[in-house]
């Protein structure tokens, strides 16, 4: 049984339903002849006495007619205001995963990770060498960077000990862990520490939910019991319309407990894996016509020696089931869409174990107005490609 859709958020006189705006058009009923019944005389007079404005205002309103409104430009409700984050960055760190939520300001500022990964130490050779030399942001202009760990593998955190991230705000999800895991953990002051589930005040335009592994195999609980996040985006950036982008690492699509409305950006469950039925029960992007299909990044690793992919990452049977559900290509068609279909690693998508192609690096979905180069140019997290 698939997840509960999350309801349309709501601004008064317009609301977002499927990315779509609904215009809220109002006008006063037409005046009705007075009650000749008794009941109904009392009946009407308690209304009154609830209502005395508007039964005020149509006292003299005159017989009933049929309402008919004119198409008119004072009739369009201007757009929605733009959502609180502008976009997201999927970050190139080889066999792992980091991606990078940002407001809407001008220039933006990252506000919260979502994992902070890196490669296990064999696979160490396709971190990208820039995330070697300079490391990823450390904190934001306002001091209130967090992380938001979708889970306890190695691959998703690792580079906040390598980077030393312990003084950021940790939200993470109770897991079993190993002992280098919690190891870290103790490096990272208990007023820092957040266990969801709570509450997320601190910053809108996103849901943080905690994903379920009932009747899965006990292989795949780690990564399908910990947290994905659906954030509130403009994408495309040219659709005033308010979509939205799902964020799941290596969680299933199905395991959470609600899905995203007006869906138009994803990243590849488990770095494209098909185990345990990663490609399989996806969200259906949403329908944006001549826009493009749903987009997709992906990040995994690429050995710049021979050009092998740990755990052969992405399986092609996965990326042939995303394009087929409408992610990176349209449904039934012949192939990838350009600037839909996206990898941190290399370009194109490369399964078949060749040399990466270049261009290789970061990935932005949503607005890409660069970065303040004064605090952020310095640092691996500062260019990307733009996914729009």
């Known amino acids: 049984m698939a997840p509960p859709l999350v309801p349309a958020p709501d601004f008064g006189n317009y609301s977002i339903q499927n990315g779509i705006r609904v215009a809220m058009?109002?006008?006063?009923?037409?005046?009705?002849?007075?009650?000749?019944?008794?009941?109904?005389?009392r009946a009407?007079?308690?209304q009154g006495a609830f209502c005395p404005s508007e039964d005020t205002d149509m006292a003299d309103a005159g017989p009933a007619a049929p309402i008919t409104v004119a198409p008119s430009p004072s009739h369009v409700p201007p757009p929605p205001p733009p959502p609180p984050v502008g976009s997201i960055g999927i970050m190139d760190v080889g066999q792992g995963n980091c991606n990078l939520i940002f407001d809407n300001a001008n220039p933006p500022e990252p506000i919260a990770y979502?994992?902070?990964?890196?490669p296990i130490f064999f696979y160490k050779s396709g971190a990208p060498a820039n995330l070697v030399a300079l490391g990823p942001i450390l904190q934001n202009q306002t001091n209130n960077?967090?992380?938001?760990?979708?889970?306890?593998?190695?691959?998703?955190?690792?580079?906040?000990r390598r980077a030393g991230l312990q003084n950021l705000v940790w939200n993470y999800p109770k897991q079993l862990m190993g002992p280098v895991a919690i190891n870290f953990l103790g490096t990272i002051a208990v007023r820092r520490r957040v266990t969801f589930p709570i509450t997320h005040p601190w910053w809108g335009g996103a849901r943080l939910v905690k994903c379920s592994p009932a009747g899965m195999p006990l292989a795949s609980w780690i990564n399908n019991s910990g947290l994905a996040l659906m954030v509130d985006i403009l994408l495309p950036v040219n659709d005033p319309n308010w979509h939205s982008v799902f964020l799941t690492a290596d969680a299933n699509h199905n395991t959470a407990p609600l899905l995203p409305f007006g869906c138009t950006g994803i990243t590849a469950v488990h770095h494209g894996s098909g185990a345990h039925g990663a490609a399989q029960n996806?969200?259906?992007?949403?329908?944006?016509?001549?826009?493009?299909?749903?987009?997709?990044?992906y990040s995994y690793g690429v050995s710049p020696n021979n050009g092998s992919h740990p755990y052969h990452f992405p399986v092609q049977a996965s990326v042939t089931a995303y394009r087929n559900a409408?992610?990176?290509?349209?449904?039934g068609g012949a192939g990838p869409v350009l600037n839909a279909e996206l990898a941190c690693a290399e370009t194109p998508l490369n399964y078949h174990q060749n040399m990466p192609q270049p261009p290789r690096g970061n990935i932005r979905m949503g607005d890409n107005t660069q970065l303040n180069n004064a605090h952020y140019g310095n640092t691996a997290f500062y260019n990307y490609r733009p996914m729009i």
């Open 326 to 331: 409408g992610w990176g290509a349209f449904a």
């Open 25 to 41: 058009l109002s006008a006063k009923r037409p005046a009705v002849d007075p009650p000749t019944d008794p009941n109904a005389k």
């Open 282 to 297: 996806l969200v259906p992007p949403a329908n944006l016509g001549a826009a493009g299909p749903g987009r997709i990044a």
């Open 114 to 118: 979502y994992d902070v990964g890196f």
């Open 145 to 160: 960077l967090e992380v938001i760990l979708s889970h306890w593998d190695y691959d998703h955190w690792i580079n906040g």
């Open 44 to 46: 009407a007079s308690i």
